[in-house]
């Protein structure tokens, strides 16, 4: 990200967290200058979230209409959360109707989970021609439908979650032709992965017993549901942890890290391979795969590699990898540059 995106990134948010800081004052102060009603105007917020932050949007970013449609909608479901905190219950009249919109997302939401169960069933009881590799049959299947891929990596993404946490042991798995790398034992990735798998059951009657009776038995089930799907997929990453290698061939090598890692990067895009020690910083011109402790790999690509992620294509200029036998890899990806 450039120093100007960053700017206005920082810009955005400012204006954003300014403008509901002042809502929010305004109403808890009990003062609206417009305003010589007892309860106070709801519509000078819902202005702000339906028209002035999309238009602020617009005026700092200048997205396309599809991008600012989806940044409206994101904002608009923030604002009328945000709104449902900061609004006393005496000014809303509007407002739990739009509340009640939660209910339609979650419907479709439930909708979403629901297909991709029923697809991923699907492709596991059909035999694959492909060597048994699944997630090779899921991506293909979903290439079928002509969608865009960023959605499908996505989807896949989620379709990892439910096939590691429930299906892995009902299928023999494999991952294709190929140099395979395991990273589940570096600095105790599984092991730490199942530890905290543990903590989070022991706590999670406890937990939800004490919102249950000190706040309330909705809030109790809500959490106590969010925190259940949290659970599902730290399991089914520690499963794909074990289970999922980092595959390298002759023309690529396709990084599988966790449930959440698949990147592909083609060998020729490589510039060099060198060992690494620090710890790596979140940035967005390099991408990290390491879950616990400093990565000890570091890959360096060439001059505007655009490589696919969960959330588009982007650039990158390093990829940083914690895996079990580092000098293995290293030599063997330079091996292959080195013919290029």
């Known amino acids: 990200m450039t120093y100007r995106a960053k700017y206005k990134k920082a810009l955005f948010i400012l204006i954003t967290v300014f403008l509901f800081t002042v809502h929010y004052q305004l109403y808890s102060s009990g003062f609206y200058f417009f305003s010589s009603q007892q309860s106070l105007p709801e519509w000078p917020l819902l202005v702000d979230i339906l028209v002035t932050l999309p238009a602020l949007y617009w005026l700092i970013f200048k997205p396309p209409l599809k991008t600012l449609l989806i940044k409206s909608l994101i904002l608009f479901s923030a604002g009328i959360f945000i709104g449902s905190i900061i609004l006393p219950e005496a000014s809303k009249v509007t407002w739990p109707y739009l509340e009640s919109l939660r209910y339609l997302l979650l419907f479709g939401f439930i909708l979403i989970e629901i297909s991709l169960l029923i697809s991923l069933l699907h492709i596991i009881r059909v035999p694959t021609s492909i060597n048994n590799n699944i997630e090779s049959s899921m ?23 439910w096939f ?18 395991s990273y589940a034992n570096y600095n105790g990735n599984a092991s730490n992965q199942q ?7 022991f706590e999670l009657p406890i937990a939800h017993f004490i919102i249950h009776i000190a706040w309330s038995a909705t809030a ?51 510039e060099s391979i060198q060992k690494h020690s620090l710890p790596v910083k979140r940035s967005k011109i390099h991408l990290r795969f390491c879950q616990f402790g400093s990565p000890n790999i570091c890959i360096i690509l060439k001059p505007n590699t655009e490589l696919q ?21 290293l030599n063997k990806v330079a091996s292959l540059v080195s013919k290029i």
């Not at 991506?139 to 979650?161: C, D, H, M, P, Q």
């Not at 023999?172 to 032709?177: C, K, P, R, S």
């Not at 106590?224 to 390298?248: C, E, H, N, S, V």
């Open 139 to 161: 991506e293909n299947f979903l290439k079928k439908k002509n969608l865009s891929s960023t959605i499908i990596e996505l989807y896949l993404l989620e379709a990892r979650v």
């Open 164 to 181: 590691y946490a429930f299906f892995a042991r009902q299928r023999t798995i494999h991952f294709g032709e190929g140099q395979h790398f």
């Open 195 to 201: 530890g905290f798998i543990f903590i989070i059951l």
């Open 220 to 270: 109790a089930y809500w959490i106590t549901g969010l925190t259940i799907y949290g659970l599902i997929f730290m399991y089914a990453d520690y499963k794909a942890t074990l289970t999922r290698p980092i595959t390298l061939t002759k023309k690529e090598l396709h990084i599988r890290y966790g449930v959440w890692g698949n990147l592909r990067i083609p060998v020729n895009k490589i």
């Open 309 to 329: 992620t969960a959330f588009g294509k982007s650039k990158k200029s390093k990829i940083y990898l914690g895996v079990d036998s580092p000098n293995e890899l």
